[in-house]
């Protein structure tokens, strides 16, 4: 285990094994009101009819709010496509219809648990069932039409145009054809949605919850409530997970509505508001299932000559931020290689199923499964070394993306995967870890025969930062206390701490920016009223991001110092080089300003008569530029790991009519701690980025990224078999086995 | 409707003082009372509507339910309210009844099985269970008390449907007996799961075998499937195939196939039917060999 | 609805209480008794975020009625440190890394805790079956698993 002197343990950490930090469903206000969120249960009906007088009569009950209640009925992160609550009286077009099983429909305000569900049960409404439209391609032909502002189903399209398609076939000797069928992934973080509103002393509508961008929240909630942004504070206590499943907006503005709304009535009251798991599972955003068809064609000595694909990308109900995961899906699905022609249609589109949206790696992991899969399978009828062509392919400074713009300086691909090869022994013919019993199958190991082995390789790149042309930039306030000597730094940011550790790393950059010990450093984070706009911690963004903002502010703080001024405070913002969006036709753009690169190689052993996959060994390098904790930085690799270990092999979200089937931790199954791969080995490299913050490069999505292709390819490598569809259930393993026998 | 609250629904809850007091009480509210030991699948149940009793009965008090005890004439007997971690660490029952401590284990969590006992996974009637095989193949016997005083009820009579069994409105089981097992019995109980965090069987085959003069394979073979048939299934044929014949590696996939032909498993999200069936061929012939090994060699 | 009056210890510390029926003993100690450490992930004994010790065994709180523990001794982890230190296990689990996100973390404190209560000297596996129950999205558990065996070197170094 890493034990360097700046693997420094978590300034939260204390708070957390003792039990003393406050997680958002751990408030206990005085005199608090007791709030529940009504879902439609309908994934697409219009409201004929609601009726809350009985849900009123309730005794306890104080007040119910309903979609005539909200003053601009809209939300959501890239259009206000989702109304905050789906019923009639509203303003916002098409508000009375809901689209998805979890719409909101009503807020019951109640003295207690017990009586907020009696008056929820007693809320009569009554609905014109419309046609239900789940299957992507079904939704295409346009025939129901669920976007009802835009006129289709295709929320979003981008294409790619590179090159010479006829030439680029014309010169592959080989072409590989390929399907492959993502599904979706619930984030499952430990700690479900919960929140606190009040008006706090200054008489704003405050919001105490677990998000990721506090500002994007304050603005969402000062949008649908038509109140100014300084009438609205969002604060950040402690967080339990993330994972993007807190990008988008869960209670923090039924929260606000309520308090305001009961201000109003002249209730000054908290509300809390706290979810079950099965309302979380079902209440918030999925990583997207997705289709993926692709052609590659290559030379005979491995030359890549031409990239066709086209990407259907379940968006469900409402946009969310799938118009930004289509995007970097679309630039991934060609991997991290050099593609001299390229034809690429990607699309997002509408249905009534759960709502897509951010999760770890942000359409990388689907695009990564799509191209390393093709890679693999093209070293396989080429008969070269999967890294060897991955070599010959590779991106490198100078190399141009599907999008014509060279990479940014300092690509480390071939060294994380010299480094990963390496340390597997890729070229050595002998696995290197013996097999032991299998955890998942309890007592058993059946006939040694069944028992097969294999190794599998993949390679990813994930980008840093908000793409496309989106508005990016970081504040951060740096004040620098006492006489003679600094005797006391604050460092007041917004960046979210979701458990990634990026209050820890943002103090150690301050302390380093501003020559101190670490223990002369105060944090004032995550509260609108006290720190500036950070941006979200997502896109692997928040060490480059803040850690820029904060060397600025320290540069211009210690000036202030130098000059006399006590305390010397400054107030720097960040603006990381410009990025564009697709253009409509070719896709040409500069889609990034950093990345991350990352390589993985598998081990594992399958039981073929039970199906059941244990994976021996995971190796992944990765190019962080710079570890700011390295203890912080191998437990990001892990965890992204085995969250990409349970995409591979066992999460298996259920749906049926837009409907999800399984919202339990019984039935919708992560990794527990015996599931996990026996060895996971964290090879930390730092190439700087030039623009980096002391060349850091963001890295806590990337380990995702290449792990379920890197098991396809053992699991091949043991079986001679393809799998193009995850996860590996037992049971579909020996029924596709079984299917080649 | 979706239940949007995530407490217990209300009821009351009844601590009798006596057994003759918990089961009058039980048989005058039948329908709306329940009796509830570790609560572990009981309070499950409850939060999400599938039962919806009046009153919640705790029978975990009285006199002998909290203990284990071993007698070398008559066997052993495990008060209803013993948890499963206890059974597990029993000296008894490492000793002399091992098969069942290893189907204990596999049972969900080391917390979970603090309050879940043997007893309370029988009287839910699951198919599932996992130390339910192991009850069969033992030969054990529960110990009931019901309003009219105390009877016996062999487990071979006790599994009726799906959560059905034969116990009436008033029945409590004080115990489960097993007894003094035949001299070089050996047993093994193998589960298959999607995961390994005491995930529900998708299969469970347990096994059990000792040598026996009268048989004409000079040996008696007793078989018991989980999770594959609306009750605990036992493979008769499979087990004629294993006690009439002598033992070969094809009498053994002769009886791994009649145990296959004998469930009727259902297709869910866990594995399709022809999945399970074939894991039960799998796991039958590898606990069958397995045992096998271990009583011929005895 | 009927109402209990109980008498137990929480954490060396006598309570006497009224609770109702359904009432769970994690419901009572979050909401009754304001010891939020305990967290509720589930409500079904799926995450193991709720494990206290009940007579000094662990349990998922959430699956035990809050009347059942009459008479009973309960600790939380707001009891794990002692005359304001922190019990081995809590000090070797921050240090090794085994708090992300933090929410499981007091369940893990308390299922490792009943493990090295009754076994000083655990091997990985028996490390593994003992927080087979808690679920746990964040650290991949590597490090979890190390701060468990650094908590058995401390108190065994104690004795």
Not at chain 1, 396 to 416: W, Y
Not at chain 1, 507 to 520: E, I, L
Not at chain 2, 21 to 31: D, K, N, T, W
Not at chain 2, 115 to 133: E, K, Y
């Amino acid at each position: 285990m890493m034990k360097d002197k700046t693997s420094i343990p978590r300034v939260d950490a204390l708070g957390k094994v003792t039990g003393l930090a406050e997680y958002p469903g751990d408030r206990v206000p005085e005199n608090f009101l007791v709030g529940k969120v009504l879902f439609s249960e309908q994934p697409h009906a219009r409201m004929v009819s609601m009726d809350v007088s009985a849900a009123e009569a309730v005794p306890g009950v104080v007040a119910i709010f309903t979609a005539a209640d909200v003053p601009v009925n809209e939300y959501g992160l890239i259009m206000p496509d989702q109304p905050v609550l789906v019923g009639l009286g509203s303003a916002k077009p098409y508000s009375d219809i809901s689209l998805w099983e979890c719409d909101h429909i009503a807020i019951v305000v109640a003295e207690t648990e017990e009586a907020a569900a009696t008056a929820c049960a007693k809320i009569q409404v009554k609905w014109e069932q419309l046609t239900i439209i789940t299957d992507m391609f079904e939704a295409m032909k346009d025939e129901v039409i669920l976007n009802r502002a835009d006129g289709t189903n295709i929320l979003k399209k981008y294409q790619i145009r590179k090159g010479d398609m006829a030439a680029g076939w014309a010169e592959a000797d080989v072409v590989i054809e390929g399907e492959y069928h993502l599904p979706y992934q619930e984030h499952a973080y430990l700690q479900p949605e919960a929140g606190v509103g009040y008006i706090d002393e200054a008489g704003r509508v405050t919001v105490e919850i677990g998000g990721q961008w506090t500002v994007e929240d304050q603005e969402q909630v000062a949008h649908a409530l038509g109140l100014p942004l300084e009438k609205v504070r969002i604060i950040y206590p402690a967080i339990g997970g993330a994972f993007g499943g807190r990008e988008d907006m869960s209670l923090q503005i039924v929260l606000g509505l309520a308090v305001m709304r009961l201000h109003e009535r002249g209730i000054d009251r908290p509300v809390r508001i706290v979810w079950s798991r099965e309302d979380s599972i079902r209440g918030h955003h999925k990583r997207h299932e997705a289709i993926v068809k692709t052609k590659w064609g290559a030379t005979n000595d491995g030359k890549i000559t031409a990239v066709s694909a086209e990407v259907f990308m379940n968006s469900g109900a409402y946009a969310y931020t799938s118009t930004k995961v289509l995007g970097n899906f679309h630039l991934m699905v060609t991997g991290p290689y050099e593609i001299p022609n390229a034809h690429l249609d990607s699309y997002a589109i509408t249905t009534n199923n759960v709502p897509g949206g951010a999760f770890r790696g942000f359409g990388g992991p689907q695009g990564a499964f799509a191209a390393e899969n093709q890679m693999n399978k093209l070293a396989e009828l080429l008969g070269i070394d999967p890294v060897e062509l991955r070599l010959k392919n590779i991106l490198k400074d100078g190399s141009l993306l599907t999008v014509q713009t060279p990479m940014p300086k300092a690509v480390s691909l071939t060294q994380v995967i010299e480094a990963c090869a390496d340390r597997i022994g890729w070229h050595s013919e002998q696995l290197t870890v013996d097999g032991e019993q299998f955890a998942s199958v309890q007592s058993l190991i059946s006939n040694p025969h069944a028992l097969k082995k294999g190794r599998g390789f993949a390679c990813s790149f994930k980008n840093v930062g908000f793409s496309f042309g989106a508005p990016e930039k970081c504040d951060a306030i740096i004040e620098l206390h006492g006489k003679a000597e600094i005797e006391k730094v604050i460092l007041r940011h917004g960046a979210a701490e979701v458990g990634q550790g990026s209050h820890t790393a943002l103090k150690q950059m301050a302390a380093t920016a501003v020559g101190v010990d670490v223990s002369r450093v105060e944090i004032d984070m995550s509260d609108t009223a006290s720190s500036g706009n950070s941006g979200s911690v997502s896109a692997s963004r928040m060490t480059f991001m803040a850690g820029n903002s904060i060397h600025k502010a320290a540069e211009k703080a210690l000036e202030k110092w130098a000059n006399e001024e006590r305390p010397a405070i400054a107030n720097e913002t960040y603006f990381p080089p410009a990025t564009q969006p697709y253009d409509p036709e070719t896709g040409v753009c500069m889609p990034n300003f950093s990345y991350g690169y990352v390589a993985e190689a598998v081990e594992l052993t399958v039981d073929i008569e039970t199906g059941h996959i244990r994976i021996d060994r995971v190796v992944c390098a990765n190019d962080v530029g710079k570890a700011i904790n390295p203890m912080l930085v191998e437990g990001q690799i892990e965890g992204a790991v085995v969250q990409a270990h349970g995409y591979a092999l066992m999460e298996n979200l259920q749906l049926k009519d837009g409907r999800i089937l399984n919202p339990y931790l019984s039935q919708y199954l992560i990794p527990g701690i015996k599931d996990i791969p026996t060895h996971v080995e964290s090879i930390i490299m730092e190439v700087p980025d030039p623009i980096g913050p002391w060349g850091a490069r963001g890295m806590a999505e990337m380990p995702f990224l290449p792990l379920a292709p890197a098991i396809v390819a053992a699991l091949h490598d043991a079986t001679g078999v393809w799998f193009n569809e995850i996860p590996l259930m037992p049971y579909k393993v020996v029924e596709k086995l079984r299917e080649h026998a | 409707m979706h239940e949007p609250s995530p407490g217990l629904p209300e009821f009351d809850y009844v601590k009798p003082r006596s057994l003759l007091e918990a089961s009058q009480f039980l048989a005058q509210h039948e329908g709306k009372a329940r009796p509830f030991l570790g609560g572990t699948d009981t309070f499950v149940r409850m939060r999400d509507g599938a039962w919806s009793d009046s009153y919640l009965v705790d029978v975990k008090q009285f006199e002998g339910m909290g203990e284990i005890s071993f007698d070398p004439d008559n066997g052993l007997r495990i008060g209803a309210a013993v948890n499963m971690n206890k059974v597990i660490a029993s000296p008894e029952v490492n000793a002399h009844y091992p098969l069942l401590a290893e189907a204990a284990r596999t049972v969900a969590s080391y917390q979970l099985r603090s309050r879940a006992t043997i007893v309370g996974n029988l009287c839910n009637g699951s198919p599932a269970g996992d130390t339910t095989g192991a009850c069969i193949v033992m030969g054990s016997v529960l110990e009931v008390n019901g309003v009219n005083g105390r009877f016996h009820l062999p487990l071979t009579h006790f599994f009726k449907g799906p959560g059905k069994t034969a116990l009436n409105p008033g029945d409590i089981v004080t115990a489960i007996t097993f007894p003094i097992l035949p001299v070089g019995s050996n047993g093994r109980y193998l589960k298959l799961g999607r995961n390994a965090l005491g995930d529900l069987a998708i299969v469970g085959v347990t096994a059990f075998a000792y040598p026996d003069a009268n048989q004409p394979s000079g040996f008696t073979f007793r078989l018991a499937l989980a999770s594959v048939a609306p009750t605990p299934l036992v493979p008769v044929e499979a087990e004629a195939i294993l006690t009439n014949q002598p033992i070969t590696p094809d009498t053994i996939d002769q009886a791994a196939n009649a145990a296959m032909n004998a469930c009727t498993p259902i297709s869910d999200t866990r594995g399709s039917a022809r999945y399970r069936k074939q894991m039960v061929r799998n796991l039958t012939r590898q606990a069958v060999t397995d045992v096998w090994n271990v009583v011929r060699s005895a | 609805m009927s109402h209990h009056t109980i008498t137990l210890t929480i954490n060396n510390e006598a309570e006497s209480l009224t609770v109702p029926s359904h009432m769970t003993l994690l419901q009572m100690l979050r909401e009754k008794l304001v010891l939020t450490g305990t967290k509720n992930g589930c409500a079904a004994g799926e995450c193991g975020a709720c494990t206290v010790l009940l007579n000094g065994e662990p349990v998922n709180s959430c699956l035990v009625l809050a009347v059942e523990c009459d008479g009973a001794a309960i600790v939380t982890v707001e009891g794990l440190a002692e005359n304001g230190r922190l019990a081995p296990i809590q000090q070797a689990i921050q240090e090794s890394g085994g708090v992300q996100c933090g929410f499981c973390t007091p369940g893990i404190l308390i299922s490792a805790h009943a493990l090295l209560q009754r076994n000083p000297n655990p091997t990985d596996d028996d490390i593994a079956e003992s927080i087979l129950g808690n679920l746990c999205r964040c650290t991949g558990y590597v490090r979890i698993i190390e701060g468990v065996k650094e908590a058995a070197r401390m108190e065994t170094a104690v004795i």
